[in-house]
């Protein structure tokens, strides 16, 4: 199951239910890396003066431009330490399964939907070996039909040669109606002339 978060009323500053029971805490959130584990420090922990600290680093105007580690790293506080030095002591992990734990080197969470590779290198370099036979005959294939394309001559559309035949009979078919209706026009007047 996924954590679940919420944004806040302040840039950095979100509701995250900790222990995935529907209680949401809210937090600081420092920094979210690339497999979704959020690095974060509960506001439960601080004290008024330490919250009225985090109050101004998130309502500094390049809030909304940095992360809240690199914001903090920026900036000393009125004692003299740096943010990230005085505030990193406070701060935790949490995967995106849901575990929470101290940041380490050597521990990052990758979820659920992390898939680990268990091939031996002789299969990898296998199948890295017939995907690239397939992919190269695919290309060697386009460039054939390339080559095929611009060496055939351009032919243009063929033409059809006609005979004076075929010319001249459509011509006999329109004529031979008329001379018809003629014949029987004329005949038709020498009838009316001799009654």
């Known amino acids: 199951m996924a954590v679940q978060m919420h944004q806040g009323n302040l840039p950095h500053i979100w ?25 974060f420090f509960p506001l439960t922990s601080l004290d008024n003066i330490d919250k009225r600290r985090l109050h101004k680093i ?3 105007r390049n809030a909304t431009n940095f992360e809240l580690w690199d914001l903090m790293s920026n900036i000393t506080l ?17 995967t995106p399964a849901g575990q929470v734990h101290k940041p380490q080197q050597g521990v990052v969470g990758i ?6 590779d268990t091939t031996t290198e002789d299969a990898r370099q296998q199948k890295e070996m017939e995907t690239a036979a397939v992919a190269k005959a695919a290309a060697d294939a386009a460039a054939q039909a390339a ?21 001249e009979a459509p011509a ?8 018809a209706a003629t014949k029987k ?3 038709k007047r020498a009838t009316k002339k001799a009654s």
């Open 15 to 39: 509701w995250i239910d900790l222990k995935q029971n529907g209680t949401f805490v809210e937090c600081a959130v420092m920094k979210r890396d690339a497999f979704g584990n959020v690095s």
């Open 58 to 60: 998130v309502s500094n």
């Open 78 to 94: 009125n004692n003299g330490v740096n943010a990230l030095e005085y505030f990193h002591q406070l701060v935790k992990v949490i």
């Open 111 to 116: 979820g659920q939907s992390g898939v680990i």
């Open 147 to 167: 080559v095929a394309a611009m060496s055939a001559p351009a032919q243009a559309p063929a033409q059809q040669v006609l005979t004076e035949e075929q010319v």
């Open 172 to 179: 006999a078919k329109k004529a031979a109606p008329k001379k």
């Open 185 to 187: 026009a004329t005949t």
